[in-house]
C-alpha cells in the first residue's frame, strides 16, 4: 500500500509532535507515525513502585555498549514520547549556550544560529506550553521578548526556606520554569493538582504540558492529519539520484507498509533517528542515508547528571518539590575557570520509589529506617554539560540494533558542582556528609542506560563537511528529509533540553510552510 501526504513526521515527541501542531492549520496533509500506543491512563500512572522499581512505562528494547553487552536504554515509546515522564523543566539555553564555551575536557562548539535568532521561538513555544516561571531571577538568563505566560509556580514552605537561606548567603535561587498546567489562582478550577508524582511519571489526570496534551491530541479530530499508532518506521527510501526520499517503510502489526510525502520530518529522538538514517543505506548513500560526512550517529550527548539526596534534621513535607533552581555556577566564577552547570531540585524521594537503593542509604543513616530517609530528603538534579565527541555516537549492527559507545566527559566540572552543592546546603542547615546519590531517577544506575537527555547524533551547522543538516534542519544531501528532534543540537548546555526541542520545531515548522506556500 502507498499513500502520499505533504508531510509525513516520524515520532510525535516534542519535536515531532510541536512540529505537527505548527503545521496542522494550514490545511496540509500531515501523518504521524508513532511507534508507541497511548500512554494508558490508570493509578499505576502515580505509584512510585510500578513506575520507578518496575518500570512499567520503559519500553521493550535492547541496545548495546561499546563492548557489545545489551542493556535496556531508558525509553519511552508512546504518543508524545519522551515528554509522557518528563519533569516538565522547560528551560531555555543561556545566550552564552549558542557560542563557543571552553571546558575542562575541550571545546562545546558555537551553533549557527545565535540566541537572538531563537529567542521569538523560545517565547512562542513557552506560550504553547504554559511556561510557568520568573522573569529577571536568574542571572545566567538571556532577555526575553515576551515574559512568562503563566507565573513562577510557589515554592512550598521548605523550599521557600532554602530559597532564603540561599539569597542570604550570597546565591541567586530562582524559580524553575516548568509546564505544569497549574492555575494557583483557581485552584479548585486548575487542571494539575499539584501532586508528589509528576517527575519522572506519567501525569494521570493530563495536568502536564507534554507533547501529547498540549500538540497532538489537539489535532485529533482535524481532517487533514493522521496519527498512525504502532508504527515503527524502518527505512527510509530514495530515487535514483539520492536526493528525494519516496518512502518510509513502516512495520506495523508485523506487516510491512510504506507511505510518501514531499517532504519527511525524523523526529524519533536522537538514537532512534540516527538508527532510521544508518538503517537506510543504499546504492547512493552507501554508509546511510545523509551520511556523506560520516557525523550521522556522532556526538551523542546527554548531560553529565548526578541526582543528590541531602539530609536534613527537619522533615520535609513539600509535594511538589521542582520549583528552584540555582545557575550561581553555569559559568566559570572566579575561582574556577570552567563551567560547572545548572543545580534544580527533582521530585521528591518517597520510600517505596529508593526502595532497591535501600544498602546505600543505610550505611550512611543507619539509625534511620528507609520511611525516615524519604521523609526528611530534598533532592537536587546537577547538570553539567557534556561535550560533543565523535566516538561517543550511535551506530547499528547489520540487524539494525542500536549500539550506543559513550564516555562522559567534563568529570571534573561535574565533581566540582557537585562540592558546590555540599558547600551550599551549609547554608541551609543540611550538612554536607548527609549527601546520597539517588541512582533510581532515570536510571542512574546503569549510566548509558539513562538516555533522557539524548541530544546531538544529527547536528545542524553550515559546513556539510561537519555536519548532517543545514541551519534549517533539511538534510544537506537531500531535497525533502529534515531531522527535528534534540539529534540536531550541535552542543547540549547545562539545562534541560526539550523546550530548545520545540522552539527548534516551531522554527522549522514555520520554515517548511514558507515552502510549501
Ligand atoms: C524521566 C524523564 C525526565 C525528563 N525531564 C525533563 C525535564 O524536566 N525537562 C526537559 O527539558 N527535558 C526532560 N526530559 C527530556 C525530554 O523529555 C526530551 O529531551 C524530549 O522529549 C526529546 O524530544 P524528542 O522529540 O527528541 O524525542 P521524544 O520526545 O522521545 O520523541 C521521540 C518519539 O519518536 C518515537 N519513535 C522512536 N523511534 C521511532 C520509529 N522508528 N518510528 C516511529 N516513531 C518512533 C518515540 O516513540 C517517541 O514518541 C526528561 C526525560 C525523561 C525520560
Ligand atoms: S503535579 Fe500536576 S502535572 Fe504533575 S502529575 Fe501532578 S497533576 Fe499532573
Redesign the pocket.
Known amino acids: 500500500m502507498t499513500e502520499h501526504y505533504d508531510v509525513i513526521i516520524?515520532?510525535?515527541?516534542?519535536?515531532?509532535g510541536t512540529l505537527a501542531h505548527t503545521l496542522a492549520a494550514s490545511g496540509k496533509r500531515i501523518l504521524l507515525?508513532?511507534?508507541?500506543d497511548f500512554l494508558p491512563r490508570e493509578l499505576e500512572n502515580w505509584e512510585p513502585k510500578p513506575v520507578f522499581v518496575a518500570g512499567r512505562y520503559i519500553?521493550p528494547d535492547t541496545w548495546f555498549d561499546r563492548d557489545g553487552k545489551q542493556f535496556q536504554p531508558?525509553?519511552?515509546?508512546?504518543?508524545?514520547?519522551?515528554?509522557k515522564?518528563?519533569?516538565?523543566?522547560?528551560?531555555r539555553l543561556r545566550p552564552g549556550d549558542f557560542e563557543e564555551i571552553k571546558h575542562v575536557n575541550g571545546i562545546s562548539p558555537a551553533w549557527p544560529l545565535s540566541y537572538d535568532d531563537f529567542e521569538p521561538w523560545y517565547s512562542r513555544a513557552e506560550q504553547l506550553y504554559q511556561v510557568h516561571g520568573a522573569d529577571g531571577e536568574d542571572p545566567t538568563e538571556g532577555p526575553r521578548s515576551e515574559p512568562y505566560p503563566w507565573p513562577a509556580v510557589s515554592h512550598e514552605p521548605r523550599i521557600q526556606q532554602i530559597s532564603d537561606d540561599l539569597a542570604k548567603g550570597g546565591y541567586h535561587p530562582f524559580h524553575a520554569p516548568c509546564g505544569i498546567l497549574l492555575n494557583e489562582a483557581d485552584r479548585p478550577r486548575s487542571t494539575c493538582i499539584r501532586c508528589a508524582t509528576c517527575?519522572?511519571y506519567p501525569c494521570l489526570v493530563h495536568a502536564k504540558a507534554d507533547?501529547e496534551v498540549i500538540a497532538v491530541r489537539p489535532l485529533l479530530g482535524r481532517d487533514n492529519v493522521t496519527l498512525l499508532t504502532g508504527?515503527?518506521?524502518?527505512r527510509l527510501e530514495t530515487d535514483d539520484s539520492g536526493r528525494t526520499v519516496t518512502g518510509v517503510v513502516v512495520s506495523r502489526d508485523g506487516n510491512r507498509e510504506v507511505y510518501q510525502a514531499d517532504i519527511v520530518a525524523v523526529?524519533?529522538?536522537?538514537a532512534?533517528s540516527a538508527?532510521?538514517l544508518l538503517n537506510s543505506a543504499s546504492d547512493t548513500h552507501p554508509h546511510g542515508l545523509a551520511n556523506g560526512s560520516d557525523q550521522v550517529g556522532r556526538n551523542y550527548m546527554f548531560h553529565n547528571c548526578k541526582a543528590i539526596v541531602a539530609l536534613a534534621k527537619e522533615k520535609n513535607d513539600t509535594v511538589f518539590q521542582k520549583t528552584l533552581g540555582i545557575n550561581d555556577f553555569y559559568f566559570a566564577t572566579k575561582d574556577y575557570q570552567w563551567p560547572m552547570g545548572n543545580i534544580q531540585m527533582i521530585g521528591k524521594s518517597n520510600a517505596e520509589a529508593m526502595r532497591g537503593e535501600q544498602p546505600e542509604k543505610t550505611m550512611f543513616a543507619p539509625e534511620w529506617t528507609l520511611s525516615d530517609v524519604a521523609e526528611h530528603a530534598v533532592d537536587f538534579w546537577l547538570t553539567t554539560e557534556d561535550l560533543p565527541v565523535p566516538e561517543n555516537r550511535v551506530t547499528t549492527d547489520q540487524d539494525g540494533r542500536v549500539h550506543l559507545a559513550y564516555s562522559s566527559t567534563n568529570d571534573e566540572e561535574a565533581d566540582r558542582l557537585y562540592g558546590e552543592l555540599k558547600k551550599i546546603l551549609n547554608h541551609t542547615g543540611m550538612a554536607a556528609h548527609h549527601v546520597l546519590r539517588k541512582n533510581f531517577y532515570?536510571d542512574m544506575s546503569i549510566p548509558v542506560a539513562g538516555c533522557?537527555?539524548?541530544?546531538g547524533t544529527c547536528r545542524f551547522g553550515t559546513d556539510p563537511a561537519t555536519s548532517v543538516l543545514d541551519v534549517n534542519c533539511k538534510a544537506h544531501e537531500l531535497d525533502n528529509l529534515y531531522v527535528v528532534?534534540?539529534?540536531f543540537f550541535p552542543s547540549i548546555g547545562a539545562v534541560?533540553?526539550?523546550?530548545t526541542?520545540m522552539a527548534n520545531a516551531l522554527r522549522v515548522g514555520e520554515h517548511l510552510l514558507g515552502r510549501m506556500a
Open positions: 516520524i515520532g510525535s515527541g516534542a519535536g515531532g507515525l508513532e511507534r508507541g519500553s531508558q525509553v519511552h515509546y508512546f504518543v508524545g514520547g519522551a515528554t515522564l518528563y519533569g516538565a523543566a522547560l528551560y517527575d519522572g507533547a508504527a515503527e518506521v524502518t523526529s524519533a529522538g536522537a532512534n538508527k532510521i532515570m533522557a537527555h539524548q541530544a528532534d534534540t539529534g534541560n533540553p526539550a523546550l526541542a
